[in-house]
């Protein structure tokens, strides 16, 4: 997959820096939403092309008339960028089919996803005929709400891309061009990046095709905002607060110690351990506590052997030494190392009690050193199995 030049990571990180509408400038984000967009294109052309020899020719040629016409739109917005997101998914699932092992087919070849039912019902490459269908979307219960991919910056002011407008809402990038500590930066502020993949992924123990990773990156969004929510009990703002200001408690810390930190930080904030975020409110914590408690509660998913080798689920947190052949001690040993890392700083970082307002930081190795390069799933919670097995079709 192509990924994110110097250039634009340094325009990314400007982004980030423009998301407080106090200090923001006008159209800031169309620089990075451009370069989005102009990213997602090339993958487009590449994921058909990849297809050649598998799908018949006349097949090659109609995949590419659709991302000519998806792109044929020339809006630039948060917006446009989160449906041509969509259409490309829908696309990159409908082109799976071209998948001869059924071993490497996602659900057992089910790809019928919340998006893909809906889409199938509407001309999916016309953007307004896909706005029209986010715009009348009226969520069930335990679903992610579409229009979380609506911006303001289609239809509001100068300031309806940055927060506060953007609280709250999803923002589709390709997987692998943010890194961990831009990851929590955004949760911190309540800012969703939702992953894209252009080919069936594991994730979560499961094959997901990019319709279903998309919809399981928003069940994240949904579990945080909704389901989580009576753990936090109305403090969800001061958790945010003591994130931003570890994060800034981070910066002049080493590559393994950032890590480590911004693994359990993201975990609790991403994945919803055991709707546990309120853990970060604590100024300290024990070697046995959190996840290490006794009788902590563990999703048996957790313990697939296969989970631990694809960089695309654990195995992206793990050293690659530990990913092939690793038993589920000698990956329960290394978390305990990293969360004694993790303990040990959150501590230093909170021993004065004092939360100040955090910046973004520069682009820098340190950081690029604690990249998620694949959005690793790390899922605790049996509800998140459950809700997979039984998603409708």
Same mark, same amino acid.
């Given at each position: 997959?192509?990924?994110?030049?110097?250039?634009?990571?340094?325009?990314?990180?400007?982004?980030?820096?423009?998301?407080?509408?106090?200090?923001?400038?006008?159209?800031?984000?169309?620089?990075?939403?451009?370069?989005?967009?102009?990213?997602?294109?090339?993958?487009?052309?590449?994921?058909?092309?990849?297809?050649?020899?598998?799908?018949?020719?006349?097949?090659?040629?109609?995949?590419?008339?659709?991302?000519?016409?998806?792109?044929?739109?020339?809006?630039?917005?948060?917006?446009?960028?989160?449906?041509?997101?969509?259409?490309?998914?829908?696309?990159?699932?409908?082109?799976?089919?071209?998948?001869?092992?059924?071993?490497?087919?996602?659900?057992?070849?089910?790809?019928?996803?919340?998006?893909?039912?809906?889409?199938?019902?509407?001309?999916?490459?016309?953007?307004?005929?896909?706005?029209?269908?986010?715009?009348?979307?009226?969520?069930?219960?335990?679903?992610?709400?579409?229009?979380?991919?609506?911006?303001?910056?289609?239809?509001?002011?100068?300031?309806?891309?940055?927060?506060?407008?953007?609280?709250?809402?999803?923002?589709?990038?390709?997987?692998?061009?943010?890194?961990?500590?831009?990851?929590?930066?955004?949760?911190?502020?309540?800012?969703?990046?939702?992953?894209?993949?252009?080919?069936?992924?594991?994730?979560?123990?499961?094959?997901?095709?990019?319709?279903?990773?998309?919809?399981?990156?928003?069940?994240?969004?949904?579990?945080?905002?909704?389901?989580?929510?009576? $753990?936090?009990?109305?403090?969800?703002?001061?958790?945010?607060?003591?994130?931003?200001?570890?994060?800034?408690?981070?910066?002049?810390?080493?590559?393994?110690?950032?890590?480590?930190?911004?693994?359990?930080?993201?975990?609790?904030?991403?994945?919803?351990?055991?709707?546990?975020?309120?853990?970060?409110?604590?100024?300290?914590?024990?070697?046995?506590?959190?996840?290490?408690?006794?009788?902590?509660?563990? $999703?048996?998913?957790?313990?697939?052997?296969?989970?631990?080798?694809?960089?695309?689920?654990?195995?992206?947190?793990?050293?690659?030494?530990?990913?092939?052949?690793?038993?589920?001690?000698?990956?329960?040993?290394?978390?305990?190392?990293?969360?004694?890392?993790?303990?040990?700083?959150?501590?230093?970082?909170?021993?004065?009690?004092?939360?100040?307002?955090?910046?973004?930081?520069?682009?820098?190795?340190?950081?690029?050193?604690?990249?998620?390069?694949?959005?690793?799933?790390?899922?605790?919670?049996?509800?998140?199995?459950?809700?997979?097995?039984?998603?409708?079709?």
């Amino acid at each position: 997959m192509a990924k994110l030049s110097s250039d634009t990571r340094g325009r990314l990180w400007w982004q980030l820096a423009q998301l407080s509408c106090g200090t923001s400038e006008a159209n800031s984000h169309i620089p990075f939403v451009k370069s989005q967009l102009k990213l997602l294109y090339g993958v487009a052309r590449q994921t058909v092309d990849s297809y050649k020899g598998a799908a018949a020719d006349h097949e090659i040629k109609l995949y590419h008339r659709y991302v000519r016409k998806i792109f044929s739109n020339k809006r630039v917005s948060f917006t446009a960028l989160n449906i041509k997101s969509l259409q490309c998914a829908y696309l990159f699932s409908l082109m799976t089919k071209h998948i001869p092992n059924p071993d490497k087919k996602p659900y057992g070849d089910r790809i019928r996803e919340l998006f893909y039912d809906y889409l199938s019902d509407i001309d999916w490459t016309s953007y307004d005929a896909v706005l029209d269908m986010i715009l009348e979307h009226e969520p069930e219960e335990e679903e992610a709400d579409l229009k979380w991919l609506l911006i303001e910056d289609d239809f509001g002011g100068d300031e309806s891309y940055c927060i506060p407008s953007l609280k709250n809402k999803a923002i589709i990038v390709l997987l692998g061009e943010l890194t961990l500590h831009e990851l929590v930066w955004s949760l911190a502020h309540d800012v969703y990046f939702i992953g894209l993949i252009p080919k069936i992924t594991y994730a979560d123990g499961a094959l997901m095709s990019p319709i279903s990773f998309l919809v399981h990156d928003l069940d994240h969004m949904h579990d945080r905002l909704l389901l989580c929510q009576e $753990d936090k009990a109305g403090r969800s703002d001061e958790i945010n607060a003591r994130v931003n200001h570890f994060l800034e408690f981070l910066a002049d810390k080493d590559a393994a110690v950032q890590a480590a930190s911004l693994m359990f930080v993201f975990l609790y904030m991403h994945h919803e351990i055991e709707c546990r975020e309120s853990i970060l409110l604590e100024d300290s914590f024990t070697p046995d506590s959190g996840i290490f408690r006794p009788g902590a509660g563990t $999703d048996e998913t957790m313990f697939l052997p296969g989970r631990f080798r694809a960089v695309t689920d654990l195995g992206g947190f793990l050293p690659v030494d530990l990913r092939v052949g690793a038993t589920v001690e000698t990956v329960m040993a290394w978390l305990r190392s990293q969360w004694l890392i993790f303990i040990e700083v959150w501590a230093a970082c909170f021993a004065g009690g004092v939360v100040a307002a955090a910046a973004p930081r520069s682009s820098s190795s340190r950081y690029r050193a604690a990249t998620l390069r694949n959005a690793a799933a790390w899922n605790l919670m049996q509800k998140r199995k459950r809700r997979t097995t039984h998603r409708k079709k």
